[in-house]
């Protein structure tokens, strides 16, 4: 898909749903572990990411790894081949990958939920989005 054939409704509906998924941010900690100096209810820590074929803008990877916390060993992984189906746009990224990271999460609620990572990090940038909470 060419990034002209995402019109200008399809972009003002995606600004409207930063708009309210902005109004969602917790900016404060709400956590017990965030409040404990040596994090000690801190067990599982996460991250997501897509990689993508070299040369290929539409076929990638989606993977998420969970690792335990402070030991860092990885207790649970998934990659999965994806193709993607939107372009990418400035400032409009989460509308082309995100739908495969949350597979990934859905995929370990499902199989081992007893790995849900408190701490997910992703490649992004949130409140420094040209679009973010200033």
């Known amino acids: 898909m060419d990034p002209a054939d ?25 956590e017990k572990w965030q409040n404990e100096k040596e994090l000690n209810s801190l067990c599982y820590i996460g991250g997501v990411d897509l990689s993508f074929v070299k040369g290929d803008d539409f076929n990638a ?3 998420l790894v969970v690792c335990s916390y402070p030991d860092l060993q990885v207790v649970y992984s998934d990659c999965s081949h994806i193709q993607l189906t939107a372009p990418y746009i400035s400032g409009f990224l989460a509308f082309r990958e995100v739908s495969f990271l949350v597979d990934c999460i859905e995929k370990l ?13 992703v490649d992004g940038n949130g409140m420094l989005h040209p679009r973010g909470i200033i």
């Open 6 to 30: 995402i019109n200008d409704i399809v972009k003002a509906e995606w600004e409207l749903k930063q708009e309210q998924l902005k109004s969602k941010l917790v900016c404060e900690d709400v």
């Open 61 to 63: 990877c989606a993977c």
């Open 109 to 121: 609620k499902h199989e081992k939920p007893e790995y849900m990572p408190q701490v997910m990090f």
